[in-house]
């Protein structure tokens, strides 16, 4: 092999390693579907869960925020999903992939209920 050669495949190989590494980024935050995923938010404020209830499309990363100045939980009542407690600015997130209907609860609280419907 000439210097040259060395030269230019000492610097192309990087560069096709960057390459695939941005196509494959992209390629991940495609869902399932082909189609970028979606995020949906929920705050959790004054002991309510807001919107109450919201209806996402498969593939939906759904973010609940404690906007409250004390801690909250989020679990479902079928057991799909369970947050740690989390306190004043917190997140808690899951994506859901398949369709139904996910009621949940703050179990410190638990007369605080919503609904995720997925479609």
């Known amino acids: 092999?000439?210097?040259?050669?060395?030269?230019?495949?000492?610097?192309?190989?990087p560069v096709m390693i960057a390459i695939l590494l941005l196509c494959a980024r992209s390629l991940s935050v495609?869902?399932?579907?082909?189609?970028?995923?979606?995020?949906?938010?929920v705050k959790i404020d004054n002991f309510s869960f807001g919107p109450q209830s919201?209806?996402?499309?498969?593939?939906?990363?759904v973010i609940w925020t404690?906007?409250?100045?004390?801690?909250?939980?989020?679990?479902?009542?079928d057991g799909v999903f369970k947050s740690k407690v989390?306190?004043?600015?917190?997140?808690?997130?899951?994506?859901?992939?398949?369709?139904g209907t996910y009621p949940y609860f703050c179990s410190v609280h638990p007369k605080?209920?919503?609904?995720?419907?997925?479609k």
Do not use: C, W
């Open 86 to 99: 989390r306190d004043t600015d917190e997140q808690f997130s899951y994506t859901f992939t398949n369709p």
């Open 1 to 13: 092999m000439t210097r040259k050669t060395m030269l230019v495949t000492g610097l192309t190989t």
């Open 112 to 118: 605080m209920t919503g609904t995720v419907v997925v």
């Open 66 to 77: 404690n906007r409250d100045d004390i801690p909250h939980t989020v679990v479902s009542t």
């Open 54 to 61: 919201i209806t996402v499309p498969i593939g939906t990363r």
């Open 30 to 41: 495609m869902s399932n579907h082909g189609q970028p995923s979606a995020t949906a938010e």
